[in-house]
Each structure stands twice: as structure tokens, then as C-alpha cells.
């Protein structure tokens, strides 16, 4: 009994696909339609956005300007030591040509005796003369005492400036404290004479950053610098955000720009004055695919 049903199945199916090769052969495009709706309702073009954070935290408000090791006006950038009537008995460099001192630390030895300096600085250069039967030695010393950062701040920028005002120096990616000890007072090309002691030894000459933190803002708005765009044309800033599935142009007022170090990478910030609310996505990145498309992407992977 089984036997016959199966038989009975087996001539029904066959039948089935003469009857539908028949109908394929008379008008195939009553298939090509039906594959092509299944197509159209499955590989519809969708969207995917990546978005940036927008942080909040305390934001440091900083201005920066160049600066130059100098000399402090009146005071002399070496000194220069005679010694007579040496021998190599009675006279002992404790110092090597070249190197640094702490203010009273020994430089040399004269007749069992240490002479040092109150100052910091660097035993630039030894030599030796005979004058006479007078055998004389000539020390030159370096005071980096003497020595300070020369920087000007520009005329919008003087009402922020103070003596209590926190100030850095940096030189060869390091960066070192300094303080305001001279404010001018009067303004030639617009911006006004700052002088800074820093306690970092230096070369007069020295080119130099120099960084005034201006004010604190509590609960400020941030977002990574990659994400601000600049418009030449209309001179402003602006970013792109999702605003009813839709990617947008927002203008935006933006402020202090800082970086921060994190796992031996630095990231760059931006702060954003206006514009900008926390509600907002900001857009990264936008990617459009179909489903054959993204099968593909995976395929290839």
C-alpha cells in the first residue's frame, strides 16, 4: 500500500514541473518579475551611523604665545674668575668644563680652600696663562639666574594676564613651570612685555612656548577635534549631525582646543561655546548598504 502512494507522489511531482516548464517556456518574464520583486523587497539600500560622544568635564581656558630666553636687563649673562699665582699643588677644578652647579656648591679649590657661587649655573670654559712668571687660570661661569623668558601678550589678552596668573614654559616637548615676575606697561604693536622666571636651565636664545591659563570653566562641552569642520568661505565652524534620519550641517561656536594623554596616546579636544546641545549626534561616519553587499563583506572577511 505504501509502495503505491509513493508511486502515486512520485507522477504527481513530475507532472507538476512538465506543467510548470511548459509555462516557463511560453513566458519566462512571469518569473524574472517575481525574482526581481523578491530582490527589491530584500536588498533595500539601509544606513548605518557611527556617532562622537559629546563630554563634559573641567576645561582649562589657556592662551599661547611665543618666547625667548634672555638675559634680565642690567645684569651680566657671565662671569668671568682670575686666579693667580697657581700650581698644581694649591689649585683644583672640582668642576668639569661643562657642567652644572647648585647655588654655594664647590667649583674649585685654591690654596685649601672651596669657592662656590650663589647661583645656578654652568662651568662654561677654563683656561690657563702664564703672565710674567704669574701662572693664571680664567673660569667663566654662566648664571642662569640672570636669565629669563621674554614673551608678549596681545592687547585683547591683557585684562587675563595677572602676577598670580599659572604659567608653563615648553621646550623639546618638555614642559616646565614658570612664573610672572614683569608685567609692562606700555603697548607697542598691539601686544604688551611679559618677563617669567623659570628655574629650568636653558641657553639664552632658546626658543620657547609659553602658556598663561586663563580661567577654569566648571561643566564645559567638549568633543574630539576630528569631528569640528571649518568652512573657509563663511569663516565658521560646524559639525554634522542626525536630525530626523537625516545627516545635517550645524554651525558651531568653539573654544579652547587642549589635548590629553591616555595610554601613551594623546587625543585632541574641542571646546564648544555654542551651537551645540547635549541631546545632539554628532555623525562620524555613515555607511550604506544592501544586504548583497553586506552578505559580500562578510563573504570576503
Known amino acids: ?33 517575481s525574482v526581481d520583486h523578491i530582490d527589491k523587497s530584500h536588498n533595500s539600500l539601509k544606513q548605518i551611523n557611527a556617532y562622537y560622544p559629546i563630554l563634559e568635564g573641567e576645561i582649562e581656558h589657556t592662551y599661547e604665545t611665543d618666547g625667548v630666553i634672555a638675559v634680565c636687563e642690567g645684569k651680566p649673562e657671565t662671569e668671568n674668575i682670575r686666579v693667580e699665582w697657581i700650581n698644581i699643588s694649591d689649585f683644583e677644578l ?5 657642567e652644572l652647579f647648585e647655588p654655594n656648591e664647590t667649583i674649585y679649590r685654591y690654596q685649601g680652600k672651596d669657592y662656590s657661587f650663589p647661583y645656578h649655573g654652568r662651568l662654561l670654559n677654563v683656561s690657563e696663562a702664564e703672565e710674567d712668571y704669574n701662572k693664571i687660570a680664567n673660569i667663566e661661569l654662566l648664571n642662569y639666574d640672570n636669565l629669563v623668558v621674554q614673551t608678549n601678550i596681545d592687547s585683547k589678552n591683557i ?3 595677572n602676577y598670580d596668573t599659572t604659567a608653563k614654559m615648553s621646550y623639546l616637548d618638555q614642559t616646565y613651570d614658570a612664573k610672572i615676575s614683569e608685567i609692562g606697561h606700555v603697548i607697542s604693536d598691539e601686544s604688551l612685555p611679559v618677563i617669567l622666571s623659570c ?12 602658556t598663561f591659563v586663563t580661567g577654569i570653566q566648571q561643566d564645559g562641552m567638549y568633543i574630539p577635534s576630528e569631528a569640528v569642520y571649518h568652512e573657509q568661505d563663511d569663516d565658521v565652524d560646524y559639525v554634522l549631525v542626525e536630525k530626523n534620519n537625516e545627516i545635517i550641517r550645524k554651525v558651531i561656536k568653539t573654544g579652547t582646543v587642549f589635548s590629553v594623554d591616555e595610554n601613551s596616546n ?22 550604506s548598504y544592501t544586504s548583497d553587499s553586506l552578505a559580500e563583506e562578510i563573504k570576503n572577511e
Not at 628655574?199 to 609659553?210: A, F, Q, R
Not at 594623546?266 to 555607511?287: A, N
Open 199 to 210: 628655574e629650568h636651565t636653558l641657553y639664552p636664545g632658546s626658543k620657547v612656548k609659553v
Open 266 to 287: 594623546t587625543f585632541s579636544y574641542t571646546e564648544i561655546v555654542s551651537g551645540l546641545s547635549r541631546e545632539d549626534r554628532i555623525v562620524t561616519q555613515s555607511i
Open 94 to 98: 672640582v668642576k668639569s668644563r661643562g
Open 159 to 161: 585684562d587675563k594676564i
Open 1 to 33: 500500500m505504501k509502495r503505491k502512494i509513493f508511486i502515486s507522489f512520485f507522477f504527481i511531482l513530475l507532472l507538476s514541473f512538465q506543467v510548470l516548464g511548459f509555462i516557463f517556456l511560453l513566458n519566462p518574464d512571469i518569473f524574472k518579475k
